[in-house]
């Protein structure tokens, strides 16, 4: 079984400042991918960065970097320099095995001016 | 290029009506999923196909639920008859899958907002 862990429920940056929104997750395939969505209060749920369990280099993706640890199984988004049009809430995603996705409950980002 | 296309954006209807929900996947994409979210139970996977057949639909709530994919580019959801419960919001989404499983992005529709009185 897979699993995807988001602990903050909801968090606050100020505009510029960098975030970090952590992911946990738990799977007994070798080989998985790990990956962030945003959906903004619109509601399309937007992809923004994808991690293979056997990528040795941190993902980025513009402002977006993932904190990969393998070993402690956490896939932390960070997102520099923080936007108003950040907030949104943010989904991780494990693929392994089977290819669909399960997702993590999110974070709900608000981003201050 | 195009992205996943649904349709339709917003549908309301009563209980016990029947309800179609559809979608185009990406030109060239083989995979195609369906996934509900409700605040309750956030985003889960209803069914998938791979190359137009029905892979896994474990997630699929009952029977009143069916999915079909007639060809590569166009893909039904259907509840019938629809209940309250059913009120929610259902993506497409679709991959490409060249063989490595964990690494195929999965690329989501607008999605349709649902609600059942």
């Known amino acids: 079984a897979q699993k995807i862990t988001q602990t903050q429920p909801g968090m606050f940056v100020q505009e510029k400042e960098a975030v970090t929104l952590d992911c946990t997750y738990d799977t007994s395939d070798q080989s998985y991918g790990l990956f962030w969505y945003k959906q903004p209060s619109s509601g399309e749920m937007i992809f923004l960065i994808y991690?293979?369990?056997?990528?040795?280099q941190n993902a980025t993706e513009g402002r977006y970097s993932l904190n990969f640890q393998k070993a402690r199984k956490s896939a932390n988004l960070v997102i520099s320099a923080s936007q108003l049009g950040d907030s949104a809430m943010y989904f991780c995603a494990l693929s392994g095995s089977a290819r669909q996705l399960t997702f993590g409950s999110g974070t709900q980002l608000t981003v201050l001016p | 290029d195009a992205g996943v296309i649904q349709s339709p954006r917003h549908e309301v209807t009563e209980m016990g009506q029947e309800v179609t929900l559809r979608c185009k996947p990406i030109?060239?994409?083989?995979?195609l999923f369906w996934y509900r979210q409700t605040m309750m139970r956030g985003l889960e996977l209803l069914i998938y196909?791979?190359?137009?057949?029905?892979?896994?639909d474990s997630g699929m709530p009952e029977d009143r639920f069916s999915a079909k994919m007639p060809n590569a580019s166009f893909s039904t959801l259907k509840i019938q008859p629809s209940e309250p419960r059913d009120s929610a919001v259902y993506f497409c989404?679709?991959?490409?899958?060249?063989?490595?499983?964990?690494?195929?992005?999965?690329?989501f529709g607008p999605g349709t907002r649902l609600l059942v009185l």
């Open positions: 989404a679709s991959s490409f899958s060249g063989g490595g499983a964990s690494g195929e992005t999965q690329y």
């Open positions: 196909f791979n190359n137009n057949v029905p892979i896994d």
């Open positions: 991690q293979g369990s056997y990528d040795e």
């Open positions: 030109s060239g994409h083989n995979s």
